[in-house]
């Protein structure tokens, strides 16, 4: 299932420890049939960690607002809540309550731009009475510069843009080019559909700008030590596991999925390894022309371009993949859909094979599930890449012991279909999660949580942040902004949102290196994970990219809190800039007696409004969204 070169499926084997060379077909060493049930356990485990995660948070609010309601009770704002309130109350599972306004500010703040709300923007907010507040404020969301950021940096990950891997290092400028492309794409509100369309189906130079920038995502999956019958598979498994969700075709590269998925993929254990190589047959008249390092235009670069013929050699006895052989009479692989959709033959083959990808009903569930779990913190399918089709249509039950594999089957089809009808626009996509009830409960459940309950999403999961995102939660908290320079980038940047991968910024190791001990990744070999460590505790405590922002003499705002004559005023304004909230009664009482305690002196002053600052940015609330 595993071979050399980290060609492994996100989501099935993500430590190098697990990485072997698959020399026999039969899998003597494919890491699932050597532990299966550390995969077929994946999805409960999941569910596990959700709830752990979700009864250990505790938010700072007052305990009297714990209470539970009868889901019925809630009216539906739109399909979302028919189907989740529907099945929670036929289970007799109540829901949690609805989010007050503080959570709910910040909660969509974070969530849609990767920042925590202002001191301004929360006084706004919480001084509206119109009834459509939240509404306004998810529109103004939608459409901030914010938006842009956080989502580009999600399409980043998503499609794996990195200067630096264990594929093929990138050129400065090809992996800054595919950031803006990316960028002008989610700003334009250019759809799901037309961004992998163009990615899969780019031409040009890699060092181009425009229209060729995509080109380097083709570029990033060329796959050293092997055939280039090894770079066809890892464009097609690459593109099969984000676009559809299906990373298991990485497996059937190397081998039929019968005696290794048995148990694990209903689709997958009757797909052989043929059918996969047809599927990447359709990268197989993709050519590389690589330009030297004297070319006056452009260097060290790579030119993208499509054959008029070509077709995928099913002989090699070398490479990173177990040796491909004859079958029968059959020495090639010529392209065969094996999903859904019906596209008419060209010769064009990766547009034929972006058709009919962008056409395919997987293509509508795997980015409804995966945009379902960035808002409620866990999938209707999760792991987001191992979607089985065989077990995804509710009108076609699968059988035997097998069982529909989304929490909400009808729901993710009618989220899929949602998306297909509205031309996969992303942003008003996203209005619809964040609009519904089912999203603005609160994570707060009162009393009689069950494991049980996890698949109901009878409350709101709360996420870590990430590390980009712990950042600039400290930068709008305390205005101190960093300038970092980011290599072939003419202006130095503030926030971390907006760096072109997560190992940046080269330029400041100490930040970089903060940011990283929240599992951010690499976009290579490492990724993102919500996991805890104690690293990360003791780095808030007293890594310098906190203190320093942490003081008076360098945040603008911790001065003008310290110049005030009230302690009231200055426990009111910390509370509300570092967490988004007002204090509790108890928080309120312990703070103010702190801060009274260092008099009028303006220096002990000072130094008590910094320990505060540190002590709120050391709340667990602090680095979460909930």
Same mark, same amino acid.
């Given at each position: 299932?595993?071979?050399?070169?980290?060609?492994?499926?996100?989501?099935?084997?993500?430590?190098?420890?697990?990485?072997?060379? &698959?020399?026999?077909?039969?899998?003597?060493?494919?890491?699932?049939?050597?532990?299966?049930?550390?995969?077929?356990?994946?999805?409960?485990?999941?569910?596990?960690?959700?709830?752990?995660?979700?009864?250990?948070?505790?938010?700072?609010?007052?305990?009297?607002?714990?209470?539970? &309601?009868?889901?019925?009770?809630?009216?539906?704002?739109?399909?979302?809540?028919? #189907?989740?309130?529907?099945k929670m109350a036929s289970a007799?599972?109540?829901?949690?309550?609805?989010?007050?306004?503080?959570?709910?500010l910040r909660r969509a703040y974070l969530d849609l731009t990767g920042r925590i709300p202002s001191l301004e923007q929360?006084?706004?907010?919480?001084?509206?009475?119109?009834?459509?507040?939240?509404?306004?404020?998810? !529109?103004?969301?939608?459409?901030?510069?914010?938006?842009?950021?956080?989502?580009?940096?999600?399409?980043?990950?998503?499609?794996?843009? #990195?200067?630096?891997?264990?594929?093929? *290092?990138?050129?400065?400028?090809?992996?800054?080019?595919?950031?803006?492309?990316?960028?002008?794409?989610?700003?334009?509100?250019?759809?799901?559909?037309?961004?992998?369309?163009?990615?899969?189906?780019?031409?040009?130079?890699?060092? #181009?700008?425009?229209? #060729?920038?995509?080109?380097?995502?083709?570029?990033?999956?060329?796959?050293?030590?092997?055939?280039?019958?090894?770079?066809?598979?890892?464009?097609?498994?690459?593109?099969?596991?984000?676009?559809?969700?299906?990373?298991?075709?990485?497996?059937?590269?190397?081998?039929?999925?019968?005696?290794?998925?048995?148990t694990l993929s209903l689709w997958g254990k009757q797909t052989?390894?043929?059918?996969?190589?047809?599927?990447?047959?359709?990268?197989?008249?993709?050519?590389?022309?690589?330009? *030297?390092?004297?070319?006056?235009?452009?260097?060290?670069?790579?030119?993208?371009?499509d054959a008029a013929t070509g077709t995928y050699n099913m002989i090699t006895t070398f490479g990173n993949r177990p040796n491909r052989v004859q079958i029968g009479t059959q020495r090639t692989a010529s392209p065969v859909w094996r999903m859904e959709s019906v596209e008419p033959a060209t010769g064009d083959w990766r547009a034929m094979y972006a058709n009919r990808l962008t056409k395919d009903r997987m293509f509508a569930r795997n980015f409804a599930n995966r945009l379902w779990k960035e808002m409620f913190n866990m999938g209707l399918v999760d792991p987001v890449d191992q979607l089985d089709p065989a077990r995804l249509d509710p009108k076609n039950p699968p059988p035997g012991d097998w069982t529909l594999q989304a929490t909400h089957p009808e729901l993710l089809e009618r989220l899929a279909d949602w998306l297909i009808d509205n031309n996969y626009n992303m942003r008003e996509f996203m209005r619809l999660l964040v609009e519904s009830n089912a999203y603005q409960l609160s994570s707060d459940y009162g009393d009689g949580w069950k494991l049980d309950y996890v698949t109901l999403f009878a409350r709101h999961?709360?996420?870590?942040?990430?590390?980009?995102?712990?950042? !600039?939660?400290?930068?709008?908290?305390?205005?101190?902004?960093?300038?970092?320079?980011?290599?072939?980038?003419? !202006?130095?940047?503030?926030?971390?949102?907006?760096?072109?991968?997560?190992?940046?910024?080269?330029?400041?190791?100490?930040?970089?290196?903060?940011?990283? &001990?929240?599992?951010?990744g690499n976009r290579d070999n490492q990724f993102r994970s919500q996991d805890g460590s104690i690293l990360q505790q003791l780095n808030l405590m007293n890594n310098s990219v906190l203190t320093s922002r942490a003081k008076v003499a360098a945040s603008s705002y911790l001065k003008n809190i310290a110049l005030s004559t009230s302690t009231d005023a200055m426990t009111e304004e910390l509370f509300i800039r570092f967490l988004g909230r007002r204090p509790s009664v108890s928080e309120k009482a312990k703070s103010m007696a702190f801060l009274a305690k260092a008099g009028t002196v303006q220096a002990a002053k000072n130094t008590a409004v910094e320990d505060v600052a540190w002590v709120l940015m050391n709340k667990q609330e602090f680095i979460f969204s909930y």
């Open positions: 299932m595993v071979v050399a070169l980290s060609f492994l499926p996100v989501g099935i084997a993500q430590d190098q420890d697990q990485i072997a060379t &698959l020399t026999d077909p039969g899998g003597a060493n494919c890491t699932y049939k050597s532990n299966p049930d550390e995969y077929v356990a994946r999805e409960a485990r999941v569910r596990e960690i959700v709830s752990a995660r979700a009864t250990s948070f505790k938010a700072g609010h007052n305990a009297a607002a714990s209470s539970n &309601l009868d889901p019925s009770s809630l009216t539906p704002k739109n399909f979302i809540d028919d #189907a989740i309130f529907t007799g599972v109540a829901s949690a309550r609805l989010t007050t306004d503080e959570e709910f929360y006084n706004a907010f919480m001084a509206d009475t119109g009834e459509r507040k939240r509404a306004e404020l998810i !529109d103004r969301l939608l459409y901030s510069r914010e938006y842009t950021d956080k989502w580009t940096m999600w399409w980043g990950d998503l499609i794996q843009n #990195a200067q630096t891997n264990s594929y093929r *290092g990138q050129q400065q400028g090809a992996r800054n080019n595919l950031h803006a492309w990316l960028g002008t794409s989610v700003s334009q509100g250019k759809s799901i559909r037309d961004i992998v369309f163009q990615l899969i189906t780019a031409k040009g130079n890699t060092e #181009a700008s425009g229209e #060729a920038s995509p080109s380097t995502w083709e570029n990033r999956w060329r796959t050293p030590g092997g055939p280039i019958e090894d770079t066809y598979d890892t464009l097609f498994a690459r593109s099969a596991t984000a676009f559809m969700g299906m990373a298991h075709y990485d497996c059937l590269l190397c081998h039929d999925g019968r005696r290794h998925l048995d052989t390894r043929l059918e996969a190589f047809q599927m990447s047959a359709y990268f197989s008249r993709i050519r590389f022309a690589d330009r *030297g390092n004297m070319d006056p235009a452009y260097p060290n670069s790579t030119d993208i371009s999961y709360p996420r870590r942040l990430e590390g980009e995102e712990v950042h !600039d939660a400290m930068q709008v908290a305390t205005n101190v902004l960093g300038k970092y320079t980011i290599g072939g980038w003419a !202006d130095p940047v503030s926030w971390a949102m907006q760096m072109p991968e997560p190992v940046e910024p080269r330029s400041n190791g100490t930040v970089r290196d903060f940011m990283s &001990l929240f599992l951010r």
